[in-house]
């Protein structure tokens, strides 16, 4: 069964300091992984995906994760924090070769960051 | 390019009810996923639907069923509402819709309370 867990349900930062939001993952054989942005009453939205070779993924708004076979994590990260930033993450797993895009979630993630 | 909708925005039912949320896919997409977020949680997968057929469903009892239309729009229904139903519903969309990597775009969720 795959299963993310996302250490810390809060982390705050100040403006301009390095986000880091930590995933670590469970599964059998590498799966793909994401990490999504719930800004409040919103939906949520596609900050990154790894599906590749490419451990090092980019992906919106300045974030970046790497993935990590030997540690089993994809935490993410941002070199200078926003206040724009300010949202709930989530890290999500599926599993590799499946044709049901089923996603399976962490708890979340709600980052403030303070002025 | 119009994104996915759903509606409505919020509703409030007593338990023993029925509730119908609707979603409308992104353009184009043909597979739509239905997930419950509890306060507090990350989203949990209900079923998906591609093509108007159930593809694939998670650990949800029976009263929680659903339709796809020709036009892929979509629907959840629940019956016998409970307390413990009060979450976010949320709808995300996908095209081509058969494999682990295609990106789901999320709806802004309705949000269900049970009294």
């Known amino acids: 069964a795959q299963s993310v867990t996302q250490l810390g349900s809060h982390v705050s930062v100040s403006e301009g300091a390095l986000v880091l939001l930590r995933c670590n993952y469970s599964s059998s054989v590498p799966p793909y992984l994401f990490w999504y942005v719930q800004y409040p009453n919103q939906g949520l939205q596609l900050l990154l995906k790894y599906t590749s070779a490419a451990t090092l993924v980019k992906g919106i708004n300045g974030f970046e994760a790497e993935f990590k076979k030997s540690e089993t994590s994809f935490h993410l990260t941002k070199p200078s924090a926003h206040m724009s930033d300010a949202a709930e993450y989530f890290c999500a797993v599926t599993s590799r070769g499946s044709t049901l895009g089923r996603l399976y979630f962490g708890r979340g993630t709600q980052l403030t960051v303070w002025p | 390019e119009t994104g996915v909708t759903q509606s409505p925005t919020h509703l409030i039912k007593t338990r023993g009810q029925q509730v119908t949320l609707r979603c409308s896919s992104q353009?184009?997409?043909?597979?739509v996923s239905w997930y419950q977020q509890a306060l507090g949680q990350g989203p949990q997968f209900i079923f998906q639907?591609?093509?108007?057929?159930?593809?694939g469903r998670g650990n949800f009892p029976p009263r929680f069923s659903g339709l796809q239309f020709p036009n892929y729009s979509s629907e959840l229904n629940v019956n016998a509402l409970e307390l413990d139903d009060s979450a976010l519903y949320l709808c995300?969309?996908?095209?081509?819709?058969?494999?682990?990597?295609?990106?789901?775009?999320f709806g802004p969720g309705t949000r269900l309370t049970v009294l």
């Open positions: 639907y591609y093509r108007e057929e159930e593809n």
């Open positions: 995300a969309s996908s095209f081509p819709g058969r494999s682990s990597t295609d990106t789901q775009y």
């Open positions: 353009s184009g997409h043909n597979t």
